[in-house]
Nanobody, 117 residues
C-alpha cells in the first residue's frame, strides 16, 4: 500500500508565498515515479498544476502558474515540493499530489491553500 501526504497549505496574502510538501510512504520506489501536483478550486474541476520527471530534470507547468510556481523533488526523502510565489486569490484551492501506477492513480488527501487580497 502506498500513501501520499500533503502539507504546507494555509492562508497567504496575495503576492505572498507558500511551499507545499508531499511525502510518499509504503510500497513505492519513489525515484521511479513521475510526480504531479493538481488542484481543485472552489466549484471547479480538478486541474493539472505541474509535474516533474523521475530524476527531477524536466518539469512542466500549467500556463496559469508558469513563472510563479516551482516543482522539485528529493528522491532520498521520497518527497515532492511545490514552491508557490506571487500568489493570487485565484490560486485558492485544495492541492493534491499524485502519481500513476499500473493499478491506477494514487492521490493524497490534499492541503488547502487560501489566498486573500
Amino acid at each position: 500500500q502506498v500513501q501520499l501526504v500533503e502539507s504546507g497549505g494555509g492562508l497567504a496574502q496575495a503576492g505572498g508565498s507558500l511551499r507545499l510538501s508531499c511525502t510518499a510512504s509504503g510500497l513505492i520506489i519513489f525515484s521511479h515515479e513521475i510526480m504531479y501536483w493538481y488542484r481543485q478550486r472552489p466549484g471547479k474541476e480538478l486541474e493539472f498544476v505541474a509535474n516533474i520527471t523521475r530524476g527531477g530534470t524536466v518539469t512542466e507547468y500549467a500556463d496559469s502558474v508558469k513563472g510563479r510556481f516551482t516543482i522539485s523533488r528529493n528522491n532520498a526523502e521520497s518527497a515532492v515540493y511545490l514552491q508557490m510565489n506571487s500568489l493570487k486569490p485565484e490560486d485558492t484551492a485544495v492541492y493534491f499530489c499524485n502519481f500513476n501506477r499500473r493499478e491506477g492513480p494514487v492521490w493524497g488527501r490534499g492541503t488547502q491553500v487560501t489566498v486573500f487580497s
